[in-house]
């Protein structure tokens, strides 16, 4: 089957649908060729490969990347094979090289088939070179730890990180600490979060990260791919959304009392579409800077999204609940017309009271003229990977994907 210059020679099928394959009359390759569509007579999707479908791909061209896989996982760095180069996104295959970090070895051809690594938030945990940040540089962990929005505990960006260290409030943050995972799963949990995060391999990632009050960091994320969460608690055909929620306590947080929240409708809520939450950038963190997430910055368990503005990566969750109808979240309830449920990075769509066509730069904290301001990106620089997300809605949201 070929679709333009790639020829798709292989497809191992590894997850069961209500429709037989054989239904399957054509593939479908489009973007930058990481997405792979089944499709039968009539041109319905059967299948989508997150995490479902892998193939083989060989492109056209003799400098190009020999072979690539369609779907990538987040953990192709671990592999051997031949074509685990910069230019094949670090992802050639199934990671069976078992002196690699994080490999897991699912190929049944393998004579480590069944073998991977240790799971769990050992640090210093691997960083994937697939997600990196080389155009700017990295901002430093007294910066990020210091310069924060978390507004149960403050208005100020200073306020989150002294509040935070009163002791019954670093007592709180080291647990136990529940996690819900229910609604419209197959297999719904209640659980410690030491124990869920016990459950995967938790890799680096460097990401950029966009405020919508247009100024910008680049962190050392510590985490896990969202859509391993999916495999795991298996989401039913229903769920078209998933809702987010982070912790909410009166004594921990005075804002949470009434009367003191400025009128916010507590707890923070979020939303993601189930589409977003299979890409492979959405990513759950634990950590950053090879060490547990401080409280100020979300600890134990946050979202995040970094093609979006940063409230969407919603802080020390408690809950993610599978739903079927898109959720209200925090800031769409608090002013809808400046804060969307989408909320996709976009320098050509103004917030109602500034404009986002640039931000600042912050690596340190040096304020003032050490400030670099640059243009913003669309989708924050990572369009190669979620703009097909938005390609079926842009025709009837317009900018409403991008508030």
């Not at 193939?55 to 400098?63: H, I, K, N, R, S």
């Not at 093609?307 to 809950?319: E, I, Q, R």
Request: net charge negative; charged share 20%.
């Amino acid at each position: 089957i070929t679709a333009g210059s790639v020829k798709v020679l292989s497809v191992v099928y590894f997850a069961a649908t209500e429709r037989p394959l054989a239904d399957a009359f054509e593939a479908k390759v489009r973007g930058n060729a990481s997405d792979l569509f089944l499709t039968d007579a009539a041109n319905a999707v059967l299948w989508q490969p997150y995490g479902a479908i892998e193939a083989t791909l060989v492109e056209g061209t003799p400098d190009s990347c020999p072979i690539r896989r369609v779907t990538h996982l987040g953990d192709g760095w671990c592999d051997s094979g031949a074509a685990n180069t910069p230019e094949c996104g670090w992802d050639s295959g199934d990671c069976c090289n078992v002196d690699a970090p994080l490999f897991n070895c699912r190929d049944p051809l393998s004579s480590n088939f069944g073998r991977a690594a240790p799971t769990g938030a050992k640090y210093p945990v691997p960083r994937n070179p697939r997600y990196a940040v080389t155009e700017r540089p990295q901002s430093t962990e007294g910066f990020v730890s210091s310069y924060n929005n978390y507004y149960e505990f403050g208005f100020s960006k200073s306020a989150p990180a002294a509040t935070t260290k009163r002791a019954d409030i670093v007592d709180f943050f080291e647990g136990p600490w529940t996690v819900k995972i229910e609604g419209l799963v197959e297999s719904p949990m209640e659980i410690d979060v030491k124990d869920l995060i016990d459950m995967f391999h938790i890799e680096e990632r460097l990401y950029r990260h966009r405020c919508v009050e247009a100024w910008s960091i680049v962190v050392p994320w510590n985490g896990f791919p969202l859509y391993k969460l999916l495999d795991l608690v298996k989401p039913l055909a229903a769920a078209k959304y998933i809702s987010f929620q982070t912790f909410h306590d009166p004594l921990i947080s005075s804002f949470h009392q009434e009367g003191q929240g400025r009128g916010f409708d507590w707890p923070y809520l979020e939303g993601l579409s189930m589409e977003e939450a299979r890409n492979e950038m959405a990513f759950l963190s634990v950590g950053q800077y090879q060490a547990p997430l401080p409280p100020q910055s979300g600890a134990p368990l946050r979202l995040t999204l970094p093609w979006k503005y940063g409230f969407k990566s919603a802080k020390s969750l408690v809950s993610i609940k599978f739903v079927e109808e898109q959720p209200q979240s925090f800031w769409t309830k608090a002013n809808r017309n400046e804060y969307g449920f989408w909320a996709n990075v976009n320098p050509q769509v103004k917030h109602p009271r500034w404009s986002q066509a640039s931000e600042k730069q912050f690596t340190d904290k040096s304020f003032g003229s050490s400030v670099e301001q640059i243009d913003t990106q669309l989708y924050n620089g990572y369009g190669n990977e979620v703009a097909y997300l938005y390609e079926d809605l842009k025709d009837d949201l317009g900018d409403v994907l991008y508030i």
